[in-house]
């Protein structure tokens, strides 16, 4: 049997508020706002100097540290670590391994997945394999992300005002943090429904691109653009058909598990109630009334914390547990969307970690 022992989140610095970004970035129109629904965002660099605070492997050590306290397991007894990010400090060595270093772990398996919001599912759900096949004992999954670099250099001008609408809506929907699961095997029942994962956006072009950096095109010709690196979101497409990737996935992982939404507790999806999000539900094929019977069991935690990638999952997951809204034997759903290349994952389990220390 393998459980969830724990969880653990981290958020850099303090948090970023609208009108944060409105002095750094410029407005947004009102229904757009709404539209994203984010509050607030916590950022790893200065927001004035681009400055770094605090790293990914600093983020990804904390959420995992945290995690394992509350688990009550020592680092040093850590036998796998699975990480996902899309935000790495380095092409290599694995991000991973940089976290291994930091728990001060001289050896143990390490996976490193390379994905967004749908990476740390995927990550548990290797993670949670590798646990039943008796290989490991327990394991820490991590989602971690730093993506306020890519948009600090947008601000170099220091007018807000030159900041143009599309690039603004990146400042107000993104923020940094990181988000740790701990797995532990032992004997019992399987408590582990069903899992789903799948891209569907091999004939469309991608929803969000990080563009530079990479192998795509001559170091020169990268080094002589304006923006080295630059993050490419295509709102309009992530509006038109994320709502198909959700449904479809909800559907998947339903069917994976033989369950039904009524036996669900709750479903961790992490931009769930964003009204970007819900507006073209019916058109993808979710009903009026399937749709309420699902909003009222999603858990996410968006307008304090905004679209945190790798790390968006985990985090929501740490605070459904933090706040009693998760407890022993709730059915629970874990859905990571990710409009990239229109990837899902979920996985459909029982929760088993007592109430977490707060």
């Not at 994203?36 to 050590?61: F, K």
Request: overall charge negative; proline content about 6%; charged content about 20%.
């Amino acid at each position: 049997m393998v459980t969830i022992a724990g969880t653990g989140a981290y958020l850099p610095g303090i948090p970023l508020t609208n009108d944060d970004m409105a002095g750094l970035c410029g407005t947004l129109p009102p229904e757009v706002l709404e539209g994203l629904q984010v509050q607030r965002r916590h950022w790893a660099i200065d927001p004035t100097s681009g400055r770094h605070l605090v790293s990914n492997g600093e983020m990804a050590e904390a959420a995992a540290l945290q995690a394992l306290e509350r688990a009550g397991i020592e680092p040093g007894d850590v036998e796998l670590l699975v990480m996902s990010t899309s935000s790495p400090e380095y092409h290599l060595p694995a991000q991973v391994t940089f976290v291994q270093a930091r728990l001060g772990l001289t050896r143990c398996a390490v996976v490193e997945v390379r994905s967004g919001c749908a990476g740390a599912v995927q990550a548990l759900d290797i993670a949670w394999r590798m646990l039943e096949s008796g290989r490991y004992a327990n394991a820490v999954v991590i989602g971690s992300e730093i993506i306020s670099p890519l948009l600090f250099p947008y601000l170099r001008s220091g007018d807000p005002e030159a900041v143009r609408l599309r690039d603004r809506i990146s400042f107000y929907n993104f923020g940094d943090g990181a988000g740790a699961v701990v797995l532990t095997s032992g004997d019992g029942p399987d408590r582990l429904h069903g899992s789903v994962n799948a891209c569907i956006g091999g004939d469309r072009q991608p929803g969000m691109h990080i563009i530079g950096g990479g192998t795509h095109a001559p170091i020169a010709e990268q080094l002589a653009a304006r923006q080295m690196v630059r993050l490419n979101l295509d709102v309009v497409q992530s509006e038109k058909f994320g709502p198909t990737v959700f449904v479809e996935a909800l559907d998947a992982l339903l069917r994976a598990s033989d369950l039904t939404i009524d036996e669900i507790t709750g479903c961790v999806l992490p931009e769930g109630n964003a009204p970007y999000f819900t507006a073209e539900l019916e058109s993808a094929g979710m009903s009026a009334e399937q749709w309420k019977t699902v909003q009222s069991k999603i858990m996410e935690n968006l307008s304090d914390v905004g679209a945190t990638g790798s790390a968006a999952v985990p985090i929501a997951l740490d605070d459904a547990w933090q706040h009693g809204r998760i407890r022993p034997g709730d059915k629970v759903l874990l859905l990571g969307i990710e409009t990239s290349r229109w990837i899902y994952a979920g996985m459909a389990l029982t929760w088993t970690a007592e109430k977490s220390p707060r």
